[in-house]
């Protein structure tokens, strides 16, 4: 069901709405026609005649029709560059470092030195140093890649890492020194055409299931190898550290047993030197008494050892109370004759005359060292 538009109500009743028309003067139209058509025609102008160079980039002019036809020998700037329509043509180069992968289908099948197939991706790092020279050489547009980088990478990239053996592969500093010499080998073809090489990387390698399978088991085999060696040399410097370690403990035996043998030895001496220093003591001892007695008996054999015998025997006589004795006759005596009492014990008046005994000689006192100390 359609449904009625509403009417405006105002003052005089219900009107229809009507909205306000605004018209311009036809001269404002005429000149905002004329402004976009300008506009436009500046645009097409600059899309035509003008070519925009990024700051990453240079560019080469190419004259097509007219005066220096061919390829000029500056290089433009980034910026805009002025381009005769139809008549001159800008060329384009990146002046960063550019990528050129070889993977997948475009992967390098290296053949090693002995005979293996392995297939290796890498990956190429390269500078457009000189554009002219380029440009000159391979021509415009992607002939660079196309024409000079590809056809060329693959090729070396064989040659240099076709030295390596299966198992080469599997030392980095090898792998990267032969794809060294690939990147060399690629400069020297590639600096002429106006581009450095600054890279060539393996990034990944692969050989087939079978080859795969004898590498690991020549590699557990050669690890077993290095397993078996490592515990022979563990083993020998073992026997070593025990034989050092015997020889430490015989000779801490030789040593204890020096020790004891010194201790004994100067024990012995100790004894030795004790019994000589007893010995020649007692015999200074047994010589002294003999000298004393020398002179004991040389006092009694001198003048007046006949009163002291006297003497001696008076006490000996001093606890008697009576003592009977014969005055008279023979045998008769006085005991206040002293003489005579004297004489009956035995006594003489004058003594012998004396007689030197001899000197006793004193040995010299020997030490356990061996030297001599003179007893004075």
């Known amino acids: 069901m359609a449904t009625k538009r509403p009417d ?49 980039e240079v560019g080469i002019k190419q004259v097509k029709i007219g005066l220096n036809k061919g390829m000029n020998d500056t290089v433009y700037g980034p910026g805009l560059t002025f381009v005769k329509p139809f008549m001159e043509v800008m060329h ?12 997948g289908n475009y992967s390098a099948n290296i053949q090693t ?12 790092l390269y500078r457009i140093v000189d554009p002219v020279k380029l440009i000159k050489t391979l021509g415009p547009g992607q002939n660079y890649i196309t024409q000079g980088i590809s056809p060329k990478a693959v090729p070396y990239l064989k040659e240099s890492l076709g030295e390596l053996t299966t198992e080469d592969f599997y030392n980095s500093p090898l792998r990267v020194e032969k794809a060294d010499k690939a ?15 600054e890279h060539v990387l393996v990034r990944y390698f692969e050989y087939s299931p079978e ?5 690991e088991e020549k590699k557990l085999q050669d690890q077993l190898v290095f397993k078996n060696q490592s515990e022979g040399r563990a083993a020998t410097e073992l026997a070593e550290v025990k034989k050092i370690s015997e020889e430490g ?8 047993q020096e020790g ?8 012995a001496e100790q004894n030795l030197y004790t019994r000589t220093m007893k010995a020649e003591a007692d015999l200074l001892v047994q010589l002294a008494e003999a000298k004393r007695t020398e002179l004991l008996n040389e006092a009694m054999r001198s003048i007046g050892a006949d009163k002291a015998v006297a003497l001696e025997m ?3 006589l001093e606890g008697l109370e009576v003592v009977i004795i014969p005055t008279g006759g023979t045998g008769g005596m006085n005991p206040l004759d002293l003489e005579t009492v004297t004489k009956l014990f035995g006594v003489k008046e004058e003594s012998s005359p004396k007689k030197s005994l001899p000197k006793p000689q004193i040995q010299p006192l020997r030490t356990p060292e061996g030297g001599a100390n003179d007893a004075q």
Do not use: H, W
């Not at 403990?249 to 204890?256: H, R």
């Open 314 to 316: 008076a006490e000996v």
């Open 249 to 256: 403990e015989a000779n801490m035996l030789i040593t204890l």
């Open 8 to 56: 405006f109500v105002g003052a005089s009743g219900p009107t229809k709405f009507k909205p306000p028309q605004i018209k311009l003067p036809k001269k404002l139209v005429s000149f905002i026609g004329f402004l976009v058509i300008l506009i436009l025609l500046g645009m097409v102008l600059v899309r035509t005649c003008f070519t925009y160079i990024r700051p990453n």
């Open 113 to 124: 030195s002995d005979g293996f197939f392995v297939d290796v991706e890498a990956t190429v």
């Open 92 to 103: 384009r180069f990146p002046k960063q470092v550019q990528v050129f992968d070889l993977t």
């Open 183 to 197: 990147r060399d080998l690629l400069n020297t073809e590639m600096q002429s055409k106006g581009i450095e090489v």
């Open 260 to 267: 004891e043998a010194y201790k004994v030895t100067k024990e």
């Open 211 to 215: 080859i795969q399978r004898n590498i």
